[in-house]
């Protein structure tokens, strides 16, 4: 290969981006790849009482309680399919800039593929959806559609003060003088 052609593959390469792919039904979203922390199999979660209904639930990660939200349940208000391909996805949240990332858990249904392509194939689709701002630019291919889910804007900021409290709640306050 001469060195041209070396340099121009590389500069492809550095363009392009690695995805996860996944579906909410039969429509197909992406999220960068660089965002997920671990894929796990669906596990059982702790379900929370009084939580909106996309809360999934929680569970222990490596010493730290994580919540988890349903994607499907969250953008359509239907819960994600319980499918073998139906994965946990942790990712890193940050929420805002400068806030360290947190680790926030997903469900997302059949979550087995990848994608790389230059991000800027994604292209806006005409729509200010402000309820979901998660929900950002498009891409097409031989299959349709696809849509980019921006990690960070999961969550609004009442979600965010919800599932992550800027002061967490102190179990010795909850203990009651006997």
């Known amino acids: 290969m001469d060195e041209l052609a070396h340099k121009r593959n590389a500069a492809a390469a550095v363009r392009n981006t690695l995805f996860l792919v996944f579906r909410i039904g039969d429509e197909r979203y992406a999220l960068q790849a660089v965002d997920v922390v671990e894929v796990l199999p669906r596990l059982q979660l702790k379900p929370i009482a009084h939580a909106p209904a996309w809360v999934a639930g929680v569970f222990a990660y490596r010493g730290a309680v994580v919540p988890v939200i349903d994607l499907s349940e969250l953008t359509f208000g239907r819960p994600a399919q319980l499918r073998t391909s139906t994965r946990l996805v942790l990712v890193h949240y940050r929420g805002e800039p400068g806030q360290p990332a947190r680790v926030l858990g997903l469900l997302l249904e059949q979550a087995n593929d990848t994608l790389r392509c230059d991000p800027a194939e994604f292209q806006p689709y005409g729509l200010d959806n402000r309820q979901a701002p ?40 909850l203990e009651e003088p006997r």
């Open 134 to 173: 998660y929900l950002g630019p498009v891409r097409e291919d031989a299959q349709g559609l696809q849509q980019w889910v921006r990690v960070d804007d999961l969550l609004g900021p009442e979600v965010r003060e919800l599932l992550f409290p800027a002061v967490p709640l102190d179990p010795a306050s």
